[in-house]
């Protein structure tokens, strides 16, 4: 990934209420069911930091976050780099009312340091099919909380 790229964005429609989306986002026992499982800490507000290791054929990536920005039941946004590599990207989720029974939930990306190009998984479409997978795990959890 690089941030001559442009932006990476994947998006699902929900039928899951805004605030059951948002406790998805943003509440750590929430995210452990649909996005990763050994995320050990998470707070909603600016200035809280994440970092938690995932390891990948050999490889080791810390994942490391900070909350940047936060308006509550539309959207958060932190920062994403792993101190085992160059790299640094702003992800952002975005709930978007379309009517009063269905919303939209979007996922972006954006790279400002690229990413080392010869790994895997900093290959954009690695990245693309990583944000599609976790969407794709995001919708069926709500769906299934919903229904």
């Given at each position: 990934?690089?941030?001559?790229?442009?932006p990476?964005?994947?998006?699902?429609?929900t039928?899951?209420?805004?605030a059951?989306i948002?406790?998805?986002?943003?509440d750590?026992?929430?995210?452990?069911?649909w996005?990763?499982?050994?995320?050990?800490q998470?707070?909603?507000?600016v200035?809280?930091?994440?970092?938690f290791?995932?390891?990948?054929?050999?490889?080791?990536?810390?994942?490391?976050?900070e909350?940047i920005?936060?308006?509550?039941?539309?959207?958060i946004?932190y920062?994403?780099?792993?101190?085992?590599?160059?790299?640094?990207?702003?992800?952002?989720?975005?709930?978007?009312?379309?009517d009063?029974?269905?919303n939209?939930v979007?996922?972006?990306?954006?790279?400002?340091?690229?990413?080392?190009q010869?790994?895997?998984?900093?290959?954009?479409?690695?990245c693309?099919?990583?944000w599609?997978?976790f969407?794709?795990r995001?919708?069926?959890?709500?769906n299934?909380q919903?229904t």
């Amino acid at each position: 990934m690089k941030k001559s790229d442009p932006p990476i964005s994947v998006s699902i429609i929900t039928q899951a209420p805004k605030a059951f989306i948002w406790k998805a986002l943003t509440d750590l026992d929430t995210m452990k069911a649909w996005y990763f499982s050994n995320i050990d800490q998470f707070k909603a507000e600016v200035g809280s930091k994440s970092s938690f290791l995932v390891e990948n054929e050999g490889r080791q990536f810390t994942h490391t976050w900070e909350v940047i920005e936060v308006t509550q039941e539309a959207s958060i946004t932190y920062t994403w780099n792993y101190p085992e590599y160059p790299g640094f990207a702003e992800v952002s989720f975005n709930i978007t009312v379309i009517d009063e029974h269905t919303n939209k939930v979007t996922v972006s990306l954006v790279v400002l340091e690229d990413y080392p190009q010869d790994i895997p998984e900093f290959k954009r479409e690695s990245c693309i099919g990583g944000w599609e997978y976790f969407m794709g795990r995001l919708n069926s959890f709500l769906n299934a909380q919903t229904t």
